[in-house]
């Protein structure tokens, strides 16, 4: 029976799981997806092969609770940031910069290394969810700072944001290619109000 280090089995195999997805991440960062399989993880983490198939069935299914992993933290830095704001100019600045902040973070520059045809089915309709849900508080800033097609305008602030991201991987100053975008945010699908 192996030993349980933690006050319950349901907090030991809590504890396991994270490990094993902290493993997983680092693995990522390092040698990218192919790096990233059970016997990989196991070993980083000092956890026998055969035990980590009782948390993921596949190199796949690591990398897809991995990517959901930092859905739901990147989620939660954006209600963070967002909570106790209401002017939607201050709501749409604050999204704005967290999510160029998370875009480029080195871990959302690892799961560039991830081919999504390479996840399941089921996980990349997750993603897909997840992705939707990250953006609904932008689409609800939008919204409310007046933009006369607030879905257009949150794809082109989306994709604002993905070539400004671009831009600092490629070795744009970080500080002013985030002020720039902000300042094309205001001037440019979201009109400034009289």
Known sequence: MPRIDAPTVAEHHRQRRASLLAAGRALLADGGAEA??????GAAAGIARSSVYQYFSSSSELLAAIVEEAFESAAARINAALEGLTA????????????FELGTGAEHRMFDAIDPAGLPADTRE?????????????????????????HLAAA???????????????????????????????????PERP
């Open 88 to 99: 939607a100019r201050d709501r749409l600045d604050a999204y704005v910069r967290v999510a």
């Open 126 to 150: 997750r993603v897909d969810a997840l992705h939707r849900d990250q953006l609904a508080p932008l689409a609800s800033a939008i919204r409310d700072a007046g933009a006369a097609d607030p």
């Open 36 to 41: 990233v399989t059970p016997a990989a993880v």
């Open 156 to 190: 082109l602030v989306g994709g604002m944001l993905t070539a400004a991201a671009r831009a600092v991987a490629l070795g744009a100053d970080p500080d002013a290619t985030l002020e720039g975008l902000i300042r094309a945010v205001h001037e440019g699908p979201v």
